[in-house]
């Protein structure tokens, strides 16, 4: 089908920029992004991502630029300043740039189960059109992924690209390759469409919200040690794997527990925290809860659990985590965390009644 863009930078160019961390599917929407352009909506169409160790966990900018079918695209370097910047993990916020170039006509897709006026004073958004969306709850309750939700949300907010367009997309896309899923995706990109909340961002809206933090640690050209030298180096323990859990962590029930050691053994992060005490009048190690700062979600605790004391919950209902114990034998007084760390999917084991595969959940 035809298909004009309603705006374009000084290059011909709608360009649009993809915020996320590995294992959420910002790659694969990208790709899709561009296919859709090239092969739906009769425009030309690149894209391409950008990411280090591919590492789940590890941050992930996808980028993709629509002109018009006659014109060719020369610009091959990142998008910098995007009509729709699509935000997947809310963990990002304040702590990577991830709204830099923002500009007054930019549209910024949000994952968030806040409301747009809440998102604003939360982060201080200063310009463009907020949209917000809680995609991780209803890819929970589609069994469809995080990207398929966030497809049909970024399709809603161009105001120009049809929803049928994106469907047969997704068809041609992850049907061929994972049938079974087809129907939960479709679903996800449906309700993606449909729930999306827009506020403007007005001059007024952004007086008196609180600036983004600002005391994420880069080393750039203008404060790198000299020689290169890493001073942090060989350790992982002031990570806080929290943005990398999608939406389950393990809920300890003390009083089912036998102190019997299964998780801790079972644990890739050493998050349960034993301690001295005793057990019908000897000497044992009694847990004592467990440190959420390094708990990625992988749940390998509660499938391994002899008596239920560790069961699987939805983190939305535990702000404030029971049993929360950090871990004092590794951490110095003056600790910093960092949201940051791998994917919490074990994709190499059974992961209790689910598999996750790249299509979804079955």
């Known amino acids: 089908m035809q298909n004009t863009l309603p705006v374009t930078n000084e290059n011909g160019y709608f360009e649009i920029r993809l ?21 739906y909506l009769s425009l030309n169409a690149s894209s391409f991502s950008s990411y280090g160790s591919e590492k789940r966990g590890s941050p992930v900018k996808a980028f993709v630029r629509w002109c018009r079918e006659d014109m060719p695209i020369r610009v091959n370097s990142p998008v910098v300043s995007p009509h729709i910047l699509c935000i997947f993990h809310e963990g990002l916020m304040g702590r990577l740039p991830v709204l830099d170039g923002v500009k007054p006509d930019t549209k910024i897709i949000l994952n968030t189960p806040l409301s747009p006026d809440e998102a604003m004073q939360k982060y201080g958004f200063a310009k463009g059109t907020l949209y917000c969306i809680d995609a991780l709850k209803i890819s ?17 907010a161009s105001e120009f690209v049809p929803l049928d367009c994106v469907k047969s997309l997704c068809r041609d896309t992850i049907g061929k390759k994972y049938p079974d899923l087809i129907a939960s995706n479709l679903e996800g990109v449906q309700k993606g469409h449909d729930l999306l909340s ?4 007005s001059a007024a ?11 994420r640690f ?60 005793n057990i019908d009048g000897k000497p044992a190690m009694i847990n004592g809860g467990l440190d959420y700062f390094h708990c990625k979600g992988c749940l390998r605790c509660v ?19 029971p049993w929360f114990v950090p871990n004092k034998d590794l951490l110095p007084d003056s600790i910093r965390y960092e949201k940051t760390g791998p994917n919490g999917w074990i994709t190499s084991d059974s992961y209790l009644d689910e598999k996750r595969v790249d299509g979804g959940i079955t």
């Open 198 to 201: 827009r506020a403007v961002i």
């Open 303 to 321: 499938a391994v659990c002899p008596t239920g004391a560790l069961v699987k919950a939805l983190e939305k209902d535990y702000p404030d985590k």
């Open 19 to 39: 915020e996320s961390i590995g294992g959420m599917g910002a790659n694969l929407c990208g790709k899709m992004l561009g296919e859709l352009g090239a092969l």
């Open 205 to 215: 809206s952004a007086q008196g919200t609180p600036a983004l933090h600002k005391d």
């Open 218 to 277: 880069t080393w750039g050209w203008d404060n790198a040690p000299q020689g290169g030298i890493n001073h942090r180096f060989g350790s992982t323990v002031s990570n806080d794997l929290s943005p990398s859990r999608e939406g389950y962590i393990p809920l300890f029930l003390q009083e089912k527990c036998i102190n019997c050691g299964l998780c801790d053994s079972t644990c890739p992060d050493m998050v349960f925290q034993f301690r001295e005490g």
């Open 140 to 156: 929970m309750e589609s069994h469809s992924r995080i990207n398929m939700v966030l497809l049909g949300a970024i399709a809603k």
